[in-house]
């Protein structure tokens, strides 16, 4: 044989075809008999790595005209579907956000609000509300993936175990984040340790109902966790009704939510046992708490909440008084992040979609034209988030302001627009965060938000304190940018460097 490079190239595509990278010439040219040796001695190369990129270049640079594989023609019509049945499904998942809210203006009662509390009683339920929220998104993100695989598999050995392992590791972090909170209150300047046992007991109550709620998102019982969620609300105002004082009419109400969970997921644990399969397919693993297991999971649903709470929890801390207007901004503004969050998990969902229809139309060799269309999704799903986050805020606030009576008060206006504009930066964030989850990158997310935490806290901590506390919602603006901006550049990254190994998912 001619001891060139074209003759060694004919060789690996007459084995293997067009190599799908250089490693794979590699293990050709080895598998005939070539070494380092030969490398330097008949080619002229450093060693029989440097002969395979040689080899590799030529295979690729003379590879015949490939025609993509025909697919047939995607219309409108199920693109227009699939962004439905997203959207829909994402909506689930906001409606105890929604429900909260609703019951809240409606009632003036809901789980987390009751009429007739004082600024004091209301701030301390606002940072029950708050830090129970940061421990159950660590929960609902650690079992959210074990219930997915049981609905997916009908398995009802992993629907049990993500139901146990919701209780568990809720109730270790209720039991760890209530000293942290207890901390916190007693060294916080307005703290007074008379208010600590209504703290700690909303925190752990609330913590109860996340979790059980949570339990019951994992098993698919979105609908239902909204109906729990309404009647608490409307338990705690027939309470309130009767005479009961707030404080307890919010804690009754929320033991009342937990109940009713509690029977719910039993019967939906019961229909699984019935209907799904009773044995696994494969020998189960318990949850995996170390770093790669379920943390990072843990820790992003944590740090998602912590960075929409922490500014507040700031302000809290530095002015109670003002706590109403600001909540009743900070209120509003959340409304704002409903559609650009599920857009932003149809958008990931979506840019997952046009990479897998590429690879089945692009020859392996095409990675620059892979590489080239990832980026364009990429930047073209940005483009759609920051329009419709634009639109989104200007239609929510215009019907604030148009069912407001009078004007509106500068503080809670004030606070409207900071977080409006960091629910933006955050779903931005959100979608880039997906793209890295979608490629396996579990930890770099969870990073990117807790980095942003700190800055918010930072943030919201120096205007809070330099100006008033009703400019502390700067912070999540400063957060949320980090987020957005770290997780963005790594999403490109991603787009930039995508290789075969997605070939040989496929």
Request: charged share 15%.
């Amino acid at each position: 044989m001619n001891d060139t490079v074209e003759a060694w190239s004919r060789v690996v595509t007459d084995r293997v075809g067009l190599p799908i990278d250089v490693w794979a010439v590699a293990a050709v040219l080895e598998s005939e008999g070539l070494r380092d040796h030969d490398a330097r001695a008949r080619f002229g190369e450093a060693h029989l790595f440097a002969l395979a990129q040689a080899v590799y270049r030529h295979a690729v640079t003379h590879a015949p005209a490939t025609p993509p594989a025909t697919l047939p023609a995607e219309t409108e019509i199920p693109r227009v579907r699939r962004l439905a049945r997203d959207l829909g499904e994402s909506a689930l998942l906001t409606l105890p956000l929604v429900t909260q809210l609703a019951c809240g203006a409606l009632f003036d009662h809901s789980l987390v609000a009751a009429r007739g509390l004082s600024p004091r009683d209301g701030a301390i339920l606002s940072a029950a509300a708050a830090t129970s929220g940061i421990t159950a998104g660590a929960v609902a993100a650690t079992v959210h993936h074990e219930g997915a695989e049981a609905r997916a598999t009908r398995d009802a050995v992993r629907a049990a175990r993500a139901v146990t392992a919701a209780f568990t590791s809720g109730a270790a972090l209720a039991l760890a984040t209530s000293g942290c909170v207890a901390l916190g209150w007693v060294l916080s300047p307005i703290g007074r340790a008379r208010d600590l046992a209504w703290l700690v007991a909303h925190h752990l109550a609330l913590c109860a109902v996340w979790v059980a709620l949570a339990a019951l998102v994992a098993l698919g019982e979105r609908l239902a966790v909204a109906a729990l969620l309404a009647l608490g609300a409307l338990g705690v105002a027939a309470l309130a009704a009767l005479g009961m004082d707030a404080h307890g009419a919010v804690l009754t109400g929320g033991a009342l939510v937990t109940l009713v969970a509690l029977g719910d997921l039993a019967r939906t644990t019961r229909r699984f046992a019935h209907t799904h399969r009773r044995e696994p397919a494969a020998p189960p693993k318990s949850l995996d708490l170390r770093v790669g297991g379920a943390l990072p999971r843990a820790a992003y649903g944590a740090g998602y909440f912590a960075l929409l709470m922490v500014d507040r929890l700031t302000a809290w801390t530095l002015d109670v008084g003002g706590a109403g207007a600001r909540d009743t901004g900070a209120g509003v503004a959340l409304l704002t992040f409903l559609l650009p969050a599920a857009l932003a998990e149809h958008l990931a969902a979506e840019f997952d979609r046009t990479l897998a229809a590429a690879e089945r139309r692009l020859p392996a060799h095409a990675v620059t034209s892979l590489r080239a269309l990832a980026r364009r999704a990429l930047g073209s799903s940005v483009a759609l988030l920051v329009g419709a986050g634009a639109l989104n805020v200007t239609l929510v606030g215009g019907a604030w302001r148009a069912s407001h009576r009078g004007a509106l008060d500068a503080i809670s206006l004030r606070v409207f627009v900071c977080g409006a504009l960091g629910c933006q930066l955050l779903a931005l964030g959100a979608f880039a965060a997906l793209v890295h989850l979608g490629s396996a990158r579990l930890t770099s997310p969870a990073r990117a938000l807790w980095l942003a935490v700190i800055v918010d806290a930072l943030v919201a901590g120096a205007l809070g304190r330099t100006l008033d506390a009703s400019w502390a919602p700067v912070g999540l603006i400063a957060g949320a940018a980090t987020f957005a901006f770290v997780t963005l550049r790594g999403a490109d990254r991603i787009a930039g460097s995508i290789d075969h190994a997605r070939y040989a998912a496929y």
